[in-house]
């Protein structure tokens, strides 16, 4: 399957204004409230998913129509970015003992692959 150049781009773009967003939120929880970084990460990782859901379906993948099959499906996909960045940052501040800037890179790497691939073949298809 070969897969557009200029739909990755927007894809990025995209994914660089909702990690901005995930990270403003993270840190802010957690430098200035105190917040636990594992919890700080699930809130963060919400407020970011409506910049992806709203540049994605606008932009991206040009969904102009609002359908609730989407959006259910979506929220299918945010679940699953959820658990796993949640997952990658307990590994990373529970189990390794690393800050929790290293968690939220860790999953900024792994994760953005695997849900363009399910929000390209299942969630916008």
Request: charged letters at 10%; glycine letters at 6%.
């Amino acid at each position: 399957m070969a897969l557009p150049a200029d739909e990755i781009f927007r894809f990025v773009v995209v994914g660089i204004a909702a990690t901005a967003v995930h990270y403003f939120v993270l840190s802010v929880g957690v430098e200035l409230a105190g917040i636990d970084p594992i919890m700080m990460t699930s809130m963060a990782f919400v407020c970011a998913a409506v910049v992806t859901y709203t540049g994605q379906s606008l932009w991206v993948f040009q969904a102009r129509r609002h359908r609730k099959a989407r959006l259910a499906r979506f929220s299918v996909s945010v679940l699953a970015g959820l658990v796993g960045n949640v997952a990658i940052m307990a590994v990373a501040v529970n189990l390794l003992r690393l800050d929790y800037t290293v968690g939220f890179v860790s999953g900024l790497i792994l994760v953005p692959a695997a849900t363009y691939l399910l929000n390209r073949t299942w969630v916008f298809s």
